[in-house]
């Protein structure tokens, strides 16, 4: 039986990961300081015999006894709101805890998956955004934090890769959404679905005409796990090509959650992207991947994981 490390797997998309390898046979140890991790999101888990849950801050020296296939590097905080709260820390688990994960699967001859970020294209003056764009980041704005963790993240997997041979790969995650992302996490989905079915005014910023491309979590994980069976060491964008602004997000789940809650503009925050939409050409082609799962449909799966969430009635 094969075994795979999956830091953060405590978190929204992690603990899809975590599910899906133990579905495809896998051992899974997972590894979270819960910090924007919730252990309830693999409550269902941890009664499976394959599955083991280490509680750690991956930044800190990491002792695995077993031997080790995967190491899945996917903790760090992961939204506006979190990584403005904790600025250091995301700073930290991109740089200490991905050369801590990488340092790993060099001990364990294991293979090394990092979860990076179209973030790492900051306010992109190129659309949609092909891997082979260099991007366009504050490196000193709030958002920097993130931006360039991630962006050093890649940098040091690469750099892993080319010194010591480390069979890596490297996944650029557009906006995903879908069951168990937290109902705080201040990203646009979760955000509005929140406030409509509290019947609170949905928040944009600025007038709502900045697009983004949102991927249901399951196509997401389909992608991550053909990236796994290619050999393929450089960057790679998974997300939906599909576009859509702000205010249509916005009015879209107004009608799904049948709410009677309005639309309030607020000022736009510093370094907000205008645009962010993958160029999925390389996935297609490596992967035979493009997600399947429109929309609409996802939004309904997302709205009643939330309706349980937040304990209401239909």
Request: aromatic share 10%; with cysteine; net charge neutral.
């Amino acid at each position: 039986m094969k075994t795979a490390l999956v830091t953060g797997g405590a978190g929204f998309l992690g603990s899809h990961l975590c599910q899906r390898l133990l579905n495809e046979g896998y051992r899974v140890i997972c590894m979270d300081n819960l910090i924007t991790g919730d252990a309830e999101n693999i409550k269902h888990l941890i009664d499976n015999p394959n599955f083991v849950y280490i509680q750690q801050d991956v930044t800190k020296y990491i002792e695995v006894e077993d031997p080790l296939d995967w190491v899945f590097h996917f903790a760090s905080p992961a939204s506006p709101i979190d990584y403005l709260k904790y600025p250091i820390q995301t700073l930290k688990v991109g740089a200490l805890g991905t050369h801590n994960t990488l340092g790993l699967a060099k001990a364990k001859r294991a293979k090394f998956m990092l979860a990076s970020t179209s973030e790492v294209y900051g306010d992109p003056q190129v659309h949609p955004q092909p891997e082979d764009y260099w991007g366009n980041v504050n490196p000193i704005g709030p958002r920097g934090v993130y931006d360039e963790a991630k962006r050093f993240a890649e940098a040091l997997t690469i750099a892993y890769h080319r010194e010591h041979n480390i069979d890596v790969r490297i996944v650029r995650i557009f906006n995903t959404y879908g069951p168990r992302i937290r109902t705080d996490d201040g990203r646009a989905i979760p955000t509005f679905i929140t406030q409509a079915l509290r019947g609170e005014d949905l928040t944009i910023f600025g007038d709502g005409s900045q697009t983004r491309s949102f991927c249901y979590v399951d196509d997401l994980i389909d992608g991550i796990m053909k990236l796994m069976e290619v050999e393929y060491h450089f960057p790679l964008n998974l997300g939906n090509p599909e576009e859509i602004t702000i205010l249509g997000l916005a009015r879209l789940i107004i009608n799904l959650t049948a709410s009677k809650s309005r639309i309030k503009f607020l000022p736009l925050p510093q370094d907000d992207p205008k645009v962010r939409r993958p160029d999925i050409t390389k996935a297609k082609k490596l992967l035979s991947w493009e997600p399947k799962i429109p929309l609409t449909q996802g939004l309904l799966s997302t709205i009643e994981y939330f309706k349980h969430k937040l304990k209401i009635d239909n």
